[in-house]
């Protein structure tokens, strides 16, 4: 798959990689650069390391940008060709590379970061010098910050897989040499995965192969480039969704016995005051008019897709005053199951059933912005953490069906 | 018959929690804290572990990562009479946080999840 390689050092070995996976970065690329740099000097001086830059041939100078930043650790950047697009296929590419320099840890952070300290390198990386193949970040967030990961990609993948890891798709992560050879051994790969699904991709593969996984707090919030938390997300949304799907389909053998969740360890929990995120705002009319609409739209697609006693409940819903309105949690489970096994058997072209799957998941997130108005952090952590169960407790009516014909 | 090891520095509770789990059909052992708790671990391998947070010595949030560290998927629920302690991110780490309370429905209700719960192997 790479198509460019500048590794002007020469390096050929290194036991700690950080990644930064990018698409037209210049402007930003330079200051994760740096922080990594930082990070790799301070706690790991006595290991060999190398950032890598892992693009999709920007042509905004990204790559000038980084080789540019002055680091006293050596730099790599590798390209996928021109037109060929997708986080997906840069973090491929960043898979061989540590395999062919026999890396022992891998820790890979956003190109658009601008809350990263060193301390980031530092929590992301030491799990995997203590045995575990996985980490995954814990960051504070916004409670409307990452409304897809809260109401959709957490619960779901908890259920399915039964390994409760808070931020399944995000950009932010480390992962053992041990784990880059499952990857690149992986014959489970699709064009999401190679897109923006590439995230939850790897977290399933690490819950579905059992390695051990711990999630560390990173002490600041995330923060990058701002998105439109609606129209931004939308290629997200689909990859997501669909990389899941494909891999429910793939796994399914193994998920049907999982029963209720486990916990995960947790590093780096004493970090003194905590920042707070800075809050992230959504237009509720915006999302009460797509599921309304939507909802109204594509009635006879629902028919087809949902099992009736959900589709009756999803129209009662509906019908609820705008100011009371609420997506019960379990019915979004059921509906959930029912377009994965939709999915499953066909019923509509994948970009179709995702489509009409949008408003609905519009549906839920303004509920979630009704009910958890009130609330501070650790109440929405405590209801999400219910929403969680509720997909749990509902797991025997996605295996009944899936399975049954 | 499962076997549930029980944390905790009062007394009252540890005597409490026995009679009242033993009635359920488990086999239950206590420590008073933390004291050799990992030692216990490994020589009566429990099926589960209900931790209380505060203790006389003894941080049940801090034994938790010590028992997370050997024991990776040792369920354990964390049993306090305080729910401020939630908001410690090192709770995440327990499979349950149940507040103490007379009635014991709750925590009844959370071991059996955490008993019943299942991963396979590959």
């Not at chain 1, 938390?229 to 990389?243: F, P």
């Amino acid at each position: 798959m790479k198509a460019v390689e500048d590794n002007p050092g020469g390096i050929s070995k290194a036991e700690i990689v950080v990644g930064i996976p990018s698409y037209n970065e210049a402007l930003s690329i330079s200051f994760p650069t740096q922080q990594a740099d930082k990070g790799l000097t301070k706690y790991y001086g006595e290991r060999s390391a190398v950032i890598i830059n892992c693009d999709n041939h920007s042509d905004d100078n990204t790559r000038q940008a980084f080789m540019d930043t002055p680091t006293k650790t050596p730099k790599i950047y590798l390209s996928t060709d021109n037109g060929i697009k997708g986080k997906g296929n840069n973090l491929k590419n960043l898979f061989a590379k540590v395999i062919e320099l026999s890396a022992k840890a891998v820790i890979v952070v956003d190109a658009d970061l601008k809350s990263i300290t060193p301390l980031w390198i530092r929590d992301l990386g030491n799990p995997l010098f203590d045995s575990y193949d996985f980490v995954a970040p814990l960051y504070v967030r916004h409670k409307y910050d990452g409304t897809l990961t809260t109401n959709l990609a957490y619960p779901l993948t908890r259920a399915l897989y039964g390994r409760r890891v808070r931020q399944p798709i995000n950009g932010d992560y480390g992962f053992s040499g041990n784990l880059a050879g499952i990857y690149t051994e992986s014959d489970i790969w699709s064009e999401t995965a190679a897109n923006f699904g590439i995230d939850i991709w790897m977290t399933t593969l690490a819950m579905r192969r059992r390695v051990s996984v711990i999630q560390s707090f990173m002490g600041k919030p995330k923060i990058h480039k701002p998105k439109d938390q609606i129209e931004g997300m939308l290629n997200v949304v689909r990859d997501v969704v669909e990389t899941i799907f494909q891999l429910m389909v793939r796994f399914d053998s193994f998920w049907k016995d999982v029963k209720w969740s486990r916990p995960t360890a947790v590093y780096g929990v004493s970090l003194g005051d905590l920042e707070l995120p800075p809050p992230v705002e959504f237009d509720v009319r915006i999302l009460s008019d797509r599921f309304l609409s939507g909802l109204h739209a594509h009635t006879d697609i629902y028919n087809a897709i949902l099992d009736r006693q959900n589709m009756n409940k999803l129209e009662e819903a509906a019908e609820l005053p705008a100011s009371g309105f609420e997506f019960p949690t379990g019915l979004w489970a059921k509906v959930v199951y029912d377009f994965a096994i939709a999915y499953k058997r066909n019923l509509l072209p994948t970009d179709q059933l995702i489509d009409v799957l949008l408003p609905l998941f519009y549906g839920k997130t303004w509920s979630f912005i009704l009910e958890t108005q009130p609330m501070n952090t650790q109440q929405v952590e405590e209801f999400i953490e219910d929403q969680c169960l509720q997909f749990e407790k509902a797991k025997p009516y996605l295996v009944e069906r899936w399975f049954s014909g | 018959m499962p076997k549930i090891l029980i944390v905790d520095d009062e007394e009252g509770i540890r005597m409490l929690y026995s009679m009242e789990l033993q009635d359920e059909g488990y086999e239950v052992i206590t420590l008073p804290d933390g004291q050799g708790l990992l030692e216990e671990v490994e020589k009566q391998r429990p099926d589960c572990i209900i931790l209380d947070i505060k203790m006389r010595d003894y941080n049940g949030l801090d034994l938790l990562q010590e028992i997370r560290k050997k024991h990776y998927d040792m369920p354990v629920i964390l049993n306090s009479a305080y729910s401020s302690f939630k908001i410690d991110l090192k709770a995440v780490a327990a499979d349950y946080y149940v507040v103490k309370s007379s009635d014991l429905g709750e925590l009844k209700d959370k071991l059996k999840v955490a008993l019943e719960t299942k991963i396979p192997e590959q």
